[in-house]
């Protein structure tokens, strides 16, 4: 039997660690156009796809004739745009179910911790704020031990202020309010120079809000479809937390969250 498009390493399901790795072109070639559908937002012509994808029509067209016969691209037979099939719509919903959200981002946390030597957490939205579920100290002593579990305060904490910059105000406004009736609160211009500061920046920086000597900046993991953000910060001593430091651990936080919030499909 003629074998076509041979992979190397197909009969050794071990290939040695370092070894070249060739794949079938055809198939990220045909990536390429279902990409194209993707960043288009819509139904597309075929010379949206093709310009797209960076091929000619004619070209495009094959891929797209067999993307359409494996259902992942469907062509209106009333206008003739193409867009995304019945089999990519269920691929799509079938790897939403089984994502687990915080399991994925964990899989980060220990290398933003050790190339920052700072700790590490990870929030997410609960009833009453945002709730700690996993805390990795770094090799600075802090004057704190935190409980998984623990609710953030939503002006005060990092964590919070960027929940605060994220959320819709239909979420966040019961939960401020309550906070806000124990610690007497900010104005509300105060709240609203906080929320366009955190999305101007893209991250929130707080020193001594919730514990003093201590200094967090925090940041969001964005999602696909409506699942709410998971936030990461990272808490360091504030005698280290110079504007050279900070520079340096911000940028890693943004540089990990942003690898986080792709592989949980963010655009």
């Not at 799509?92 to 290398?111: C, H, N």
């Not at 340096?248 to 990990?256: F, I, K, M, N, S």
Request: charged content about 20%; glycine content about 10%.
């Amino acid at each position: 039997m003629t074998r076509v498009d041979a992979v190397a390493g197909e009969d050794d399901p071990e290939p040695a660690a370092g070894a070249s790795r060739q794949g079938i072109q055809s198939v990220e070639i045909a990536m390429t156009v279902l990409t194209a559908l993707e960043s288009g937002g819509g139904p597309m012509s075929l010379t949206q796809i093709a310009q797209a994808s960076d091929m000619g029509p004619s070209k495009a067209h094959r891929y797209l004739v067999s993307l359409g016969r494996a259902g992942l691209v469907a062509q209106s037979r009333s206008s003739g745009l193409y867009d995304m099939g019945p089999a990519l719509r269920r691929l799509g919903a079938e790897s939403l179910r089984r994502m687990d959200e915080v399991g994925l981002v964990s899989q980060y946390i220990p290398g933003l911790r050790d190339r920052t030597g700072h700790a590490v957490n990870l929030a997410v939205w609960g009833d009453h704020g945002p709730v700690i579920v996993r805390w990795d100290y770094g090799a600075y002593a802090l004057p704190i031990t935190v409980r998984v579990g623990a609710t953030m305060p939503l002006l005060t904490s990092s964590v919070g202020r960027v929940y605060l910059a994220h959320l819709p105000r239909s979420l966040t406004e019961p939960v401020l309010l309550a906070q806000q009736a124990d610690t007497g609160g900010h104005t509300a211009a105060e709240v609203d120079r906080i929320t366009e500061e955190v999305r101007r920046q893209g991250y929130a920086l707080t020193s001594g809000g919730v514990i003093p000597g201590i200094a967090s900046v925090a940041a969001p993991v964005l999602t696909t479809g409506d699942s709410l953000p998971l936030v990461v910060a990272l808490a360091l001593p504030e005698r280290a937390a110079t504007d050279a430091v900070l520079r340096d651990v911000t940028a890693a936080l943004v540089e990990a969250t942003a690898a986080m919030s792709a592989e949980l499909g963010a655009a």
